[in-house]
T-cell receptor, first 115, second 116 residues
């Protein structure tokens, strides 16, 4: 069974600062994918970034980057120059390798950006 | 852009009622999923389907059933609603990519269901 652990239930960060959201995972599979989603208060889940287990470089998408440390089973999301619109719930997820594309989610981190 | 549409944003039902939550996607995706989201528990998979008329149980299928008669539509059914099924329900869809590329699941806006 796969598992995602997000140990930060909530975080408060000053606007324009960088923020790191922690994610550790547990899997016995060699091939897997890691995803980060953002959920604003309106409820929709927005895909942010993906990291494959065989990707040699850390994924980046605009202000989002993923600090992938495979040996430590860690996939932290880094948001640079935070903005008020970054206030939301953030979920880390791992994809099952069995071809059915199932995701296992963590419990999430509520990020609040302070002006 | 992929569009996943859930029939209701908010729904209030009574215990014992049969409840239908509908989800439609417009990108011809093979896979469709139903999750429920509760504070402190994240998203938990109820059921998923990888083809028409095919379904598989997720982590918490008890009290739920699903129907997929057409590729674009995936329905979640609460056979006899109970108060512990009050929750946020999220539908998602994805393409099958056998080469393991970075295709995410695309989510609808969610349905906040209250069972009184």
């Amino acid at each position: 069974a796969q598992k995602i652990t997000q140990t930060q239930p909530g975080m408060f960060v000053q606007e324009k600062e960088a923020v790191t959201l922690d994610c550790t995972y547990d899997t016995s599979d060699q091939s897997y994918g890691l995803f980060w989603y953002k959920q604003p208060s309106s409820g929709e889940m927005i895909f942010l970034i993906y990291q494959g287990s065989y990707d040699e470089q850390n994924a980046t998408e605009g202000r989002y980057s993923l600090n992938f440390q495979k040996a430590r089973k860690s996939a932290n999301l880094v948001i640079s120059a935070s903005q008020l619109g970054d206030s939301a719930m953030y979920f880390c997820a791992i994809r099952s390798p069995d071809g059915n594309e199932k995701l296992t989610f963590g419990t999430g981190t509520r990020l609040t950006i302070i002006p | 852009d992929v569009k996943v549409t859930q029939s209701s944003r908010y729904l209030v039902k009574r215990t014992g009622e049969k409840v239908f939550l509908e989800c439609v996607q417009d990108m011809d995706h093979e896979n469709m999923f139903w999750y429920r989201q509760d504070p402190g528990l994240g998203l938990r998979l109820i059921y998923f389907s990888y083809d028409v008329k095919m379904k598989e149980k997720g982590d918490i299928p008890e009290g739920y059933s699903v129907s997929r008669e057409k590729k674009e539509r995936f329905s979640l059914i609460l056979e006899s609603a109970s108060t512990n099924q009050t929750s946020m329900y999220l539908c998602a869809s994805s393409q099958i990519y056998w080469d393991r590329t970075n295709q995410p699941q695309h989510f609808g806006d969610g349905t906040r269901l209250s069972i009184l």
